[in-house]
C-alpha cells in the first residue's frame, strides 16, 4: 500500500503500486488509523511520516483581527445584534451597551475612545479599544483568546 498526500495536505491510502506515495504496511496502516481515532496530529517528511499529540503543538490565538472581523465575531458571539453591527459599521455609532459605559466615562476617556474606534481598522487584543470592550463585556483572557481565534477563522 501506498499513502499519498495531495497539495492541501489530505492523505489517501491507496492499493496503487505507482510511484510518488509512502510505502506503508498493514501494521503502519493500523497504527495511522489509531492515531487518527485518538486526534493526534499526522506529519509527513520527505519519504517518512510521524504522530504528535495536538497539545504538544498548540496553535496561538491571533494578536489582531481586522474590524470586519470584530463586528462578524461580536455579532456571532451574541455580543451586539445583527442591526447593532450593521450599524456600527455603516454609521459608527456603537451599541446601546457599549455606548451606555462610554457615556460613563471621562470626557477625555470618551474622546479618547471615540477617535480610536473611528480610525480603527485593525484590532488588538491589548489595544484601548479591546480592553474597553472586555470591561464593558466581562471578557477575560481565555473569552478574548476565543473571541479572536474565532473571528480570524472568518
Not at 510511484?19 to 503502519?28: K, L
Not at 484601548?128 to 476565543?146: C, H, K, N, W
Amino acid at each position: 500500500m501506498q499513502l499519498f498526500i495531495d497539495d492541501k495536505g489530505y492523505g489517501t491510502l491507496s492499493t496503487s503500486t505507482g510511484g510518488g506515495g509512502i510505502a506503508v504496511t498493514e501494521a503502519q496502516i493500523a497504527g495511522i488509523m489509531d492515531d487518527i481515532a485518538a486526534r493526534k496530529v499526522f506529519a509527513v517528511k520527505g519519504k517518512g511520516f510521524s504522530t504528535s499529540d495536538r497539545a504538544a503543538d498548540p496553535v496561538a490565538a491571533p494578536t489582531t483581527i481586522t474590524k470586519t472581523q470584530f463586528w462578524l465575531q461580536a455579532r456571532s458571539a451574541g455580543l451586539v445584534t445583527t442591526e447593532e453591527a450593521v450599524t456600527a459599521v455603516t454609521t459608527g455609532t456603537l451599541p446601546a451597551r457599549l455606548s451606555e459605559a462610554l457615556s460613563a466615562r471621562s470626557d477625555a476617556e470618551q474622546a479618547d475612545l471615540q477617535i480610536t474606534i473611528a480610525t480603527l481598522t485593525t484590532i488588538s487584543m491589548g489595544d484601548t479599544f479591546m480592553s474597553f470592550v472586555a470591561e464593558v463585556y466581562d471578557l477575560d483572557a481565555d473569552a478574548i483568546d476565543a473571541f479572536f481565534t474565532a473571528a480570524a477563522a472568518r
